[in-house]
């Protein structure tokens, strides 16, 4: 498949404007540091917990996605959790493709596990961010790391195929993305050889607590709902709430409404209810 860099360049330019459709929280401090050579940015709400911290992966198929487009929402995150959030920004496809953008956060997570031996690490990742958690996670395992205290997924990219019902028998409901778009960036990550970069095909013994949100009007509704098929044999605390009538990660275009509120207030709760050891 050849992949038009135009349309990715557009793409990019278009995704950060979304970071402007409402502004970051004005209580939450946002301070840049260059972590292991990758940018990372952190987000301080007033009063965190302490000894916590969250590591959020951003979406945008593995080639789009910034700081900028992201920066509003996370924000929110921050203070609505509660918690201190690292966010990284990754090396993109196609300039960098797999398994550059997993290496840098899987950098990131072994730093974080020296600076901060004692704390509790949470992870966050958002379409495309999702699948690179999932990614991490299966990493962190094999590499026998500090274990993830819990993990939140909204909207996770599971399958790189693209080639579940839903990418059909969803497309008129979803205002954000089309199967074309979503394989475009699949082949600028992975090349014709998706299945080595595709989280779908990792064996899990084992996965931390996890919360699943998921729009019904999406194209990539089948990937929470199959990825939360195989967790839940593995992992008796996981949970699936899914939103109807919402679109693909549903609090960036939409911070205040009930169904982004309930999503923040959902992740908190859920990671508060993780007995730590």
């Known amino acids: 498949m050849n992949i038009n860099n135009q349309i990715i360049e557009d793409n990019r330019i278009l995704y950060d404007t979304v970071g402007n459709i409402y502004p970051p929280h004005d209580k939450v401090a946002i301070r840049t540091e260059t972590i292991q050579n990758i940018t990372c940015h952190w987000f301080t709400p007033e009063n965190p917990k302490q000894q916590e911290l969250i590591i959020y992966i951003h979406g945008g198929g593995y080639a789009i996605g910034s700081f900028q487009s992201h920066k509003a929402m ?28 997993l290496n840098d ?116 509704f089948d990937d929470s709902i199959n990825f939360f098929d195989m967790v ?10 899914i939103y109807g009538g919402q679109g693909h990660v549903l609090a960036q275009l939409d911070i205040a409404g009930p169904s982004p509120q309930d999503l923040i207030a959902n992740i908190n709760h859920f990671f508060n209810s993780i007995h730590h050891v």
């Open 105 to 220: 956060v899987l950098s990131i997570y072994h730093w974080a596990a020296l600076q901060f031996s004692e704390y509790d690490f949470y992870m966050i990742g958002d379409s495309a961010g999702g699948g690179l958690t999932i990614a991490c996670i299966y990493e962190i395992y094999q590499q026998n790391l500090k274990p993830v205290t819990a993990v939140a997924l909204i909207s996770p990219w599971y399958n790189l195929e693209s080639d579940n019902p839903s990418s059909e028998s969803r497309q008129h409901l979803d205002q954000i993305l089309n199967k074309e778009m979503v394989q475009t960036f699949a082949h600028a990550y992975a090349g014709n050889n998706l299945s080595k970069a595709d989280p779908s095909q990792l064996n899990f013994e084992s996965f931390p607590p996890v919360f699943v949100g998921v729009g019904t009007n999406e194209i990539l």
């Open 74 to 101: 996370v924000s929110h995150f921050a203070s609505g959790l509660e918690r201190t959030i690292l966010f990284v920004e990754y090396s993109l496809a196609p300039e960098k493709p797999y398994p550059a953008g």
């Open 232 to 241: 839940y044999k593995i992992q008796e605390n996981a949970q699936l709430k």
